[in-house]
């Protein structure tokens, strides 16, 4: 038998159906869940690494945090149990998930894949908020799962940005926004209420979100900045908010005004985008285990890409260009992925490089 205790809440027009709000133990919860195929959806393996990230910093200052989990017990209604305060359910029946599988996959992922037993066993051992139904058949269950996913919202990624300080780049978004006066970013046009920017009527250079994947590739490299990476650069945070601060300024100067107008330019497109923050990491950035520095000459660098033509119809990368946007039409990379871009833009950006190097070689 499983036995839990909590508050009780029963149907007035059916006391046959009720809902228990109780603490379970993960390594319980893990035990005894179950997705089924008529109630659930597809699981998205995607999220579930995600979810799993994110219990993997559970021991950091914030911690986390997982909404109550709603499952269907299948069975007989549970026997309260006066003496123990307990509610007894029969041993060997289902707890079908309505909502949370993926945090539960995700929790899951982390206990197959964690290494560290003493880690482990603090995840197995907390408690999460889990309200069980029963009395529920197959059809109410169903309704049910339909309601609690069609009425609930997802949290906005912009706002995630803002208010989730786990994560040390949105810090660095956050407090690189602060202030308007003189301040590049809000000049170039950061949309902060928007996650996704449509084009060509919205004229921001990019979202918040997409400032911080920016920021992401330009200090590492990658778009996902590593539990590991995330402790070195909170540690050496002032060094890397100054250079950002000069960046983004530099930045500024060497693209044209108004870089999120995709009539003018290509700058507001996200795969652009991405390609300028990695070919400057590259050519700017030096990451070690223990340290983050800045070649001697990387202002150059930034410097340079005033040279390069950003136009509608830039030679440099005409190739990847196709029509958009319908009626409203402009002109925006086929692909969202960068990679391609990349190479254009690494090539056309050490050529003007060496021919600087030519130039001063001649002079001296």
Same mark, same amino acid.
């Given at each position: 038998?499983?036995?839990?205790?909590?508050?009780l809440?029963?149907?007035p027009?059916?006391?046959?159906?009720? *809902?228990l709000?109780t603490q379970?133990?993960? @390594?319980d919860?893990?035990?005894?869940?179950?997705i089924?195929?008529?109630?659930?959806? %597809?699981?998205n393996?995607s999220?579930?690494?995600?979810?799993?990230?994110?219990?993997?910093?559970?021991? +950091? !200052?914030?911690?986390?945090?997982? !909404?109550?989990?709603?499952v269907?017990?299948?069975?007989?209604d549970p026997?309260?149990?006066?003496?123990?305060?307990m509610?007894?359910? !029969?041993?060997?029946?289902?707890?079908?998930?309505?909502d949370?599988?993926?945090?539960l996959?995700?929790?899951?992922?982390f206990?197959?894949?964690?290494k560290?037993?003493n880690r482990?066993? =603090?995840?197995? /051992?907390?408690?999460?908020?889990?309200?069980?139904?029963f009395?529920?058949?197959?059809? @109410?269950?169903?309704?049910l799962?339909?309601?609690? /996913?069609?009425?609930?919202? $997802?949290?906005?990624?912009n706002?995630?940005?803002?208010?989730?300080?786990?994560?040390?780049? /949105?810090t660095?978004?956050?407090?690189?926004?602060?202030?308007?006066?003189?301040?590049?970013l809000?000049?170039?046009?950061?949309?902060?209420?928007?996650s996704?920017?449509?084009?060509?009527?919205?004229?921001?250079?990019?979202?918040s979100? $997409?400032?911080?994947?920016?920021?992401?590739y330009?200090?590492?490299?990658?778009?996902?900045?590593s539990?590991?990476?995330n #402790?070195?650069?909170g540690?050496?945070y002032e060094?890397?908010?100054?250079?950002? #601060?000069?960046?983004?300024y530099l930045?500024?100067e060497?693209?044209p005004e108004?870089?999120? %107008?995709v009539?003018?330019?290509i700058?507001?497109?996200?795969a652009?985008?991405?390609?300028?923050?990695v070919?400057?990491h590259?050519r700017?950035?030096q990451?070690?285990?223990?340290?983050?520095e800045?070649?001697?000459?990387? =202002?150059?660098?930034?410097?340079?890409?005033?040279?390069?033509?950003?136009n509608?119809n830039?030679?440099?990368?005409? +190739?990847?260009?196709v029509?958009?946007?319908?009626k409203?039409s402009?002109?925006?990379?086929e %692909?969202?992925?960068?990679?391609?871009?990349?190479t254009?833009?690494r $090539?056309?950006?050490?050529?003007?490089? #060496?021919?600087?190097i030519? *130039?001063?070689?001649?002079?001296?």
């Amino acid at each position: 038998m499983f036995e839990l205790t909590g508050f009780l809440h029963t149907f007035p027009n059916n006391e046959s159906i009720g *809902v228990l709000t109780t603490q379970m133990k993960v @390594k319980d919860l893990l035990d005894v869940y179950q997705i089924e195929d008529s109630v659930n959806r %597809d699981i998205n393996q995607s999220r579930v690494a995600q979810l799993s990230k994110y219990v993997d910093t559970f021991d +950091s !200052p914030s911690g986390i945090y997982f !909404p109550a989990v709603i499952v269907a017990y299948e069975g007989a209604d549970p026997h309260y149990d006066k003496t123990k305060d307990m509610f007894i359910f !029969p041993q060997g029946r289902n707890f079908v998930v309505l909502d949370g599988q993926h945090r539960l996959k995700g929790l899951e992922h982390f206990k197959n894949t964690e290494k560290d037993m003493n880690r482990l066993s =603090q995840i197995l /051992n907390s408690t999460i908020t889990t309200q069980v139904y029963f009395g529920f058949d197959r059809s @109410k269950k169903r309704r049910l799962f339909t309601e609690i /996913n069609a009425t609930s919202k $997802r949290v906005s990624k912009n706002l995630v940005v803002q208010y989730d300080d786990r994560n040390i780049v /949105n810090t660095l978004v956050n407090d690189l926004l602060k202030g308007e006066r003189n301040n590049p970013l809000r000049q170039m046009e950061v949309d902060e209420e928007k996650s996704r920017i449509v084009r060509p009527g919205n004229k921001a250079w990019m979202s918040s979100v $997409r400032l911080a994947r920016f920021i992401s590739y330009l200090l590492i490299g990658t778009g996902e900045i590593s539990r590991t990476t995330n #402790q070195l650069l909170g540690e050496h945070y002032e060094k890397v908010f100054a250079f950002l #601060q000069q960046y983004f300024y530099l930045l500024k100067e060497a693209l044209p005004e108004e870089p999120g %107008d995709v009539h003018k330019n290509i700058l507001g497109h996200e795969a652009l985008q991405n390609a300028i923050a990695v070919v400057c990491h590259e050519r700017i950035v030096q990451v070690t285990k223990t340290t983050i520095e800045w070649k001697e000459d990387w =202002q150059q660098v930034v410097e340079f890409l005033e040279y390069i033509d950003w136009n509608v119809n830039s030679p440099v990368f005409k +190739s990847l260009l196709v029509p958009k946007g319908g009626k409203n039409s402009y002109v925006g990379f086929e %692909d969202v992925k960068h990679g391609d871009v990349v190479t254009l833009l690494r $090539r056309e950006l050490d050529e003007l490089l #060496q021919d600087e190097i030519k *130039v001063v070689y001649e002079i001296n």
